[in-house]
DNA sequence: CTCATTGATAGGCACTGTCTATCATCATGA
DNA sequence: TCATGATGATAGACAGTGCCTATCAATGAG
């Protein structure tokens, strides 16, 4: 039994007439008696009675009747569904943002992306590098904001922009007093998030530490980091996103003396069949972020 | 599309793995992947992410599914619904007695029916011969037991059994002391059913009448005429399979001089697709009746 | 590095859905 | 009564396609 067939038989049935209903199906008559004779042979049943003058259903075909339009109906839903869904940029894309960029870069991009894309409907999860890459691999992310490059035939990534760190200083700091600060004189008494976090290696590698540092308070988010920073706890670096709201926080920026900072990168899986989706959505949050780092 | 590429659709959804998914489907790797190729291709979107150790529905993937197992669930339950209404002898029968018969026949042959045919179920409906006619011709009705012939190759029909005539007689009529009254005795004051019931004209015709009878009364039912002819405004033929009731009107019976009576067939269109259910009704009649004339 | 697993591709075969041409049946009307 | 038109069934030919076996390509494990 076929898709087709139903749809022969439920014409036959609406207009009781095998050369009308043939024409409608866009067939000729012969195909139609030949095709409904061999559902009837397959069904092992009548399905019609056929008359002089009409074609008339019989009752075990009215009962079917029903059925069948159910599953036409089905079949229809299914070609106009995949139409709707055939638009690339169009559907929901779930998009990982790690936590010291998610805050200070999306509400940048997303009055520009809705604008670019309003079909594309994106739903950020907001996670350590890590998390975001697992969850990639399980298919519970399509795509994810990093800060670091990955390598792996599997993946597949674009870098965006870059994000130059500043040093951030409590305003009381000999240092804050400086045009530019170094990152020897910064480190020494530089405080990091917790691990897991990108940023505490890179800040670390960006001073010239090589391991870990005994006793020092760890902040487990960037914000709680601005706080000690601007406490007087110490100094730290902080990517250049955030600059307003380590400013909000009371806290003194400075240039490095040696210019350094981090990729964003968009990554996906390989695999994944909607990149030109992801790839639109990295063209819209370069664009916007074009000139940034100057 | 194709019900068939929907089932593999689902078997490769559920399994996760080309090799399995066509083992279930008894179809060979190979075919699973070139149909599925085919029907990324024909809905223009990717249904499946191909990984290393796993086939992963998309997302569009994931919205269709539902679709598509009710397409085939419906599918499903045409074929399921089909093999229960195949066997001929099963479902409704619509069955038109005429008003002369039905309710003094169908006590005697329900019960042999339905131990005879359990699955079969018999929709009597009570009419004259020209109304059951009409309804036949409509698909209102399946069959018909009436008491006339009726020609054309439009119908169908098979003798069930012959029902003799009686003549009715009030308990005071001077031919109720005869053990046998002829057709022209009874004539002189003969009453009849009105206009539509055919036992009218058969009772006519058996008595030698021709036309109709003026100012006669006429009773709209046989109930009616019999207790007409209890209460003594004449006599009457009465069909054998209402002695019973006759005689529990209070009248008397006596054989016909020349023997008269019906023939009471059952009738369909000679198209009827289940006539095989006809037939069997049929013999269950005819071998209940049988040796009834006698 | 080698081997096993998995999905994709190629070529060939058989089936079947479709067409045109034609027939059989039946109702209608001159 | 017979010709005519309408309707569905049948026959034969052809093209499309679903399926198989054989094989390749990519990847991951030992």
Same sequence: chains 1, 2.
Avoid at 54 to 80: F, K, M, Q, S
Avoid at 104 to 131: C, G, H, K, N, V
Avoid at 273 to 283: F, I, K, S, T
């Amino acid at each position: 039994m076929n898709l087709r067939d139903l749809r022969y038989l439920l014409a036959l049935a609406e207009h009781g007439h095998f050369g009308l209903a043939a024409e409608a199906c866009g067939i000729s008559q012969p195909t139609l008696s030949v095709q409904l004779r061999k559902l009837e042979d397959e069904l092992g049943l009548a399905l019609f009675e056929r008359g002089n003058k009409a074609v008339i259903p019989t009752e075990a075909c009215a009962r079917l009747l029903g059925h069948a339009r159910g599953a036409v109906a089905e079949a229809d839903a299914i070609l106009t569904l995949a139409r709707s869904l055939r638009a690339p940029l169009a559907g929901r894309l779930r998009l990982g943002v790690i936590p010291t960029l998610a805050p200070y870069l999306l509400p940048l991009i997303f009055a520009p992306l809705r604008e670019a894309l309003p079909a594309l409907d994106i739903e950020p999860w907001e996670d350590q590098t890590s998390a975001l890459l697992e969850r990639l691999q399980r298919h519970e992310l399509d795509a994810a904001l990093l800060a670091t490059g990955l390598g792996g035939a599997e993946w597949q990534s674009l870098a965006l922009f870059e994000e130059p760190f500043l040093a951030a200083l409590p305003p009381d700091h000999p240092l804050a007093a400086r045009e530019v600060v170094s990152q020897a004189e910064l480190a020494r008494d530089i405080l990091v998030l917790a691990d897991g976090h990108c940023l505490r290696e890179q800040a670390l590698e960006a001073c010239g530490h090589r391991g870990a540092l005994g006793g020092t308070l760890r902040a487990a988010s960037l914000p709680t980091l601005l706080n000690m920073v601007a406490a007087g706890y110490g100094t730290t670096l902080v990517p250049a996103l955030a600059a307003g709201a380590a400013q909000d926080a009371g806290i003194v920026l400075r240039p490095l003396a040696e210019q350094a900072g981090r990729t964003i990168r968009i990554a996906w899986r390989a695999r994944f069949p909607r990149h030109a989706a992801v790839e639109a959505v990295a063209g819209v949050i370069a664009g916007r972020l074009r000139g940034f780092a100057a």
